[in-house]
């Protein structure tokens, strides 16, 4: 259904869930400066007469490789300077400067004027600069501070020390998602989501626009390409809106299959959006129809249970950090599907909007986390809340998005078992999170120490598919070990003693490595010694959650290995660590606890032994 064709990383606008036609690039090479003496607005390098020492290539890190920098080190305050064209501006066009991420602390200065500054490494920011523009070449100040070892921030797994330890990574900078410049009209869309009701037949669209109208404007939506499934035009009175579309198309229930997204048959449906102000708005987006949700001890994907196989992401490249190089994002969606898993679990990073268009479009499903803290404080939960309700806004329009994971293994609440404020807190982010977006489950605290849930997501490391099965394949002893302490040795639940119709899944579990040679920093939670023994160690970890009767999805800890981090079941540079066919075979085992997925492959392979044999005729009768 979508007009998109098959591009790369490098062709895509930088946020493909919200195309304009007339966008700019600013990435490329800027002149750079470390400021470790704090100096440089007192010495006036914000108002962009000051030429810099250095040079960078932005979207990278300066920490990275890849920059041209590479300075690894402690330095809190980093500057960046650039000069740009003015991309032609018709009356009534403004010009906005984006920026995709900027880690942590940005401001940033457009012709020696303050046009913007924003607290959060993960989530975007613009500002319209059309005001401060000047004749001939603008320029650009961009001063970032990242407080290396502040721990009330959230961090994810950069690392507060200097260097990378355990299983934490060389941190990540200023600039690391894509700079871009966008004509647009004065009244604009700012922000856009659908989020699908398939029983009704409809679809919920919601926008903010850069303004409040001087009077109503008409807005009109179209969802579809060649098939057009629905067209209205509202008027718009407010700075937001939401309105409902009818899908008269999803009424038919013997066809409606067609347009619904899955993995198996990720469907985009086209939207365009033209806002008839003064100059108008167009705007290309695209949605998936589907649901998701939980109902008697499942989860459910187009209201039918859906066994989750999904793998940790630490979506980290050793030279580019966080960041990444045109192609790689689509890459990785490809290797994950080529693995056999349907999802995905990006591990503490909000990642790039292309990764989430190339899920949307490949048919990989996400579970999306916030990155964490490691210091209980209320400076803490102020940034933690501003910066999730960011990520929620920027992102619950994608379809691959099918929970949300707020906190991480008590990381920031480290005594929520005894201390009210942190479960608290825990909590609340559960509740903001739902008030935020109610379509999807989320998940307060995965791992353990869940207080208000709606998926019991438990990490164990069992070093093999003996203890695994032991402890996941007995209904009453997994009763008792939900009601009291589980492989951590932490409380499952918080709050009750019981499942109570909410599925079970083994969320991160596996982290095999390959022993480690004598004095080389790793790490892992289990070894093998060679590819034999890493197929026959997964593969009894994996027969083992399949013959369960009582997991309902897991997360395998994890596709690469990072830095130190040597679990990966892909090298550090993408290369598989066994044949992919064997992976393939153990991830995609059919569940027990889904007697529809045997029941599929027994069709599957029915119908490829069916070919084989008709294949097999063919060539009889030729001969």
Excluded at 115 to 132: C, L, N, Q
Excluded at 205 to 227: F, H, I, N, Q
Excluded at 450 to 469: K, N
């Amino acid at each position: 259904m979508t007009r998109l064709t098959e591009m790369e990383d490098a062709a895509l606008s930088p946020n493909p869930y919200m195309t304009r036609a007339n966008w700019t690039s600013l990435d490329g090479e800027w002149e750079f400066a470390h400021d470790d003496a704090g100096a440089g607005l007192a010495n006036g390098w914000d108002k962009g007469d000051t030429a810099f020492d250095q040079r960078i290539t932005v979207p990278y890190p300066p920490e990275s490789v890849a920059s041209g920098v590479n300075a690894k080190g402690f330095h809190p305050v980093i500057w960046y300077r650039r000069v740009f064209e003015v991309p032609a501006l018709k009356e009534g066009e403004r010009l906005v400067i984006h920026f995709g991420a900027v880690d942590y602390y940005a401001s940033v200065w457009v012709n020696g004027r303050l046009v913007a500054k924003h607290e959060g490494g993960h989530t975007p920011f613009s500002a319209d600069i059309t005001d401060v523009l000047g004749t001939g070449a603008q320029t650009v100040v961009v001063r970032a501070e990242d407080p290396c070892s502040d721990v009330r921030i959230p961090r994810g797994k950069q690392d507060w020390q200097e260097k990378p330890h355990d299983i934490w990574y060389d941190r990540t900078s200023g600039i690391w998602q894509p700079v871009w410049l966008t004509v647009v009209p004065k009244l604009h869309i700012t922000d856009l989501a659908f989020v699908t009701d398939i029983a009704n037949a409809r679809v919920r669209c919601e926008v903010r626009l850069s303004a409040m109208p001087e009077r109503p404007v008409p807005l009109t939506v179209k969802l579809g390409g060649d098939e057009v499934l629905a067209e209205v035009t509202v008027m718009v009175d407010d700075s937001e809106a939401e309105f409902d579309i009818a899908v008269p198309a999803l009424r038919h229930g013997m066809t409606r299959g067609r347009l619904m997204w899955s993995p198996d048959k990720p469907t985009l449906i086209d939207a365009e959006l033209t806002l008839a102000g003064a100059v108008p708005d167009r705007l290309s987006s695209y949605l998936g129809l589907r649901t998701v949700g939980i109902g008697h001890g499942h989860f459910l994907l187009n209201d039918r249970p859906k066994f989750l196989r999904l793998v940790l992401g630490q979506n980290y490249w050793p030279d580019t950090h966080l960041a990444t190089k045109p192609g790689e994002l689509r890459e990785e969606v490809e290797h994950i599907k080529a693995l056999g898993f349907n999802g995905v679990r990006v591990h503490q990073k909000v990642e790039d909007p292309r990764f989430l268009y190339w899920c949307d479009r490949l048919g990989v499903m996400v579970w999306e986390e916030m990155p964490s803290g490691y210091a209980f404080s209320a400076s803490l939960v102020e940034r933690a809340s501003r910066e999730w309700a960011e990520v929620i806004r920027r992102d619950k329009g994608h379809p691959c998005i099918i929970a949300w994971v707020p906190l991480n293994e008590s990381w920031g609440v480290q005594d929520i078992s005894e201390r009210a404020d942190q479960l608290h807190f825990a909590d609340a982010l559960y509740h903001l999170t739902k008030a935020l977006d109610p379509s999807r489950p989320a998940i307060s605290n995965d791992g353990w120490e869940l207080g208000d849930t709606d998926i019991l997501s438990l990490h164990d490391y069992a070093p093999d598919g003996e203890e695994l099965g032991a402890r996941y394949g007995d209904g009453e002893g997994l009763a008792e070990l939900i009601k009291g302490y589980g492989a951590a040795g932490r409380r499952i639940l918080l709050k009750g003693e019981k499942a109570d119709g909410r599925p079970l899944m083994l969320t991160e579990f596996g982290g095999v490595s390959f022993t480690p040679e004598t004095g080389v920093e790793w790490h892992g939670y289990a070894t093998v010694s060679d590819g034999a023994a890493l197929e026959a160690k997964l593969e009894g970890m994996f027969e083992a959650i399949a013959a369960s009767q009582h997991l309902m999805g897991y997360c395998y800890t994890q596709l690469t290995d990072t830095l130190q981090e040597t679990n990966g079941l892909l090298l550090a540079d993408r290369t598989p660590k066994i044949a992919v066919d064997k992976l393939r075979r153990m991830i995609t085992l059919p569940s027990a606890a889904h007697p529809q997925e045997r029941v599929a492959a027994e069709r599957e392979y029915a119908k490829a032994r069916s070919k084989g044999i008709e294949a097999a005729r063919g060539e009889a009768r030729e001969d």
